[in-house]
T-cell receptor
Framework: GAGVSQSPSNKVTEKGKDVELRCDPISGHTALYWYRQSLGQGLEFLIYFQGNSAPDKSGLPSDRFSAERTGGSVSTLTIQRTQQEDSAVYLC?????????????FGQGTRLTVV | GNSVTQMEGPVTLSEEAFLTINCTYTATGYPSLFWYVQYPGEGLQLLLKATKADDKGSNKGFEATYRKETTSFHLEKGSVQVSDSAVYFCALSTSGGSYIPTFGRGTSLIVHP
């Protein structure tokens, strides 16, 4: 696609429910990242996928968070038993080329509100 | 590990004022440095980048120079406009070890007419 696409753009959910957030990276981009942006907290790294390698899950805040990437393209971030502190904007980014040297292309984000 | 520290905002300026947003970093390995901008209601987009020491990145009147000796990458613009009001993020990534881009907390810039 032309850019990184995320859906839904907004999600309001009740505490305790599960949510799934979707990211469609730019076609051909091998690396995909999920970040969380909380008010005044900057960007918090969550998980990183690179090609067919095992993902780097070191940023996931708890075992309620998981993510997968199917066919090296679309990724889904799942949050189980949501809590109010999960409320944030979840950003997806993808990169191509030499890892570490090229810019990241971001989606518009999913604003998650847990009530 | 890698980290990025940037000045806290908000930075409030009048139109045509000079802008500096400070950014310093620590990194294992040789990082590439980036400034991203997030306009209200939009996603992050790259503003400029530099991949080696003494390189100057520039775009839309903004500049930043990769200073290895001071581990800094300060963002500057000679004359800001109201349309520059946004949140600016300094970031780094390394081609060895972890490739994961590391971001600063962001600096909000508000430009008044």
């Amino acid at each position: 696609g032309a850019g990184v696409s995320q859906s839904p753009s907004n999600k309001v959910t009740e505490k305790g429910k599960d949510v799934e957030l979707r990211c469609d990276p730019i076609s051909g981009h091998t690396a995909l990242y999920w970040y969380r942006q909380s008010l005044g907290q900057g960007l918090e790294f969550l998980i990183y996928f690179q090609g067919n390698s095992a993902p780097d899950k070191s940023g996931l805040p708890s075992d309620r968070f998981s993510a997968e990437r199917t066919g090296g393209s679309v990724s889904t971030l799942t949050i189980q038993r949501t809590q109010q502190e999960d409320s944030a904007v979840y950003l997806c980014a993808s990169t191509q080329g030499t890892p570490g040297r090229t810019e990241a292309f971001f989606g518009q984000g999913t604003r998650l509100t847990v009530v | 590990g890698n980290s990025v520290t940037q000045m806290e905002g908000p930075v409030t300026l009048s139109e045509e004022a000079f802008l500096t947003i400070n950014c310093t970093y620590t990194a294992t390995g040789y990082p590439s440095l980036f400034w991203y901008v997030q306009y209200p209601g939009e996603g992050l987009q790259l503003l400029l980048k530099a991949t080696k020491a003494d390189d100057k990145g520039s775009n839309k009147g903004f500049e930043a120079t990769y200073r290895k000796e001071t581990t800094s990458f300060h963002l500057e613009k000679g004359s800001v406009q109201v349309s520059d009001s946004a949140v600016y993020f300094c970031a780094l990534s390394t081609s060895g070890g972890s490739y994961i881009p590391t971001f600063g907390r962001g600096t909000s810039l508000i430009v008044h007419p």
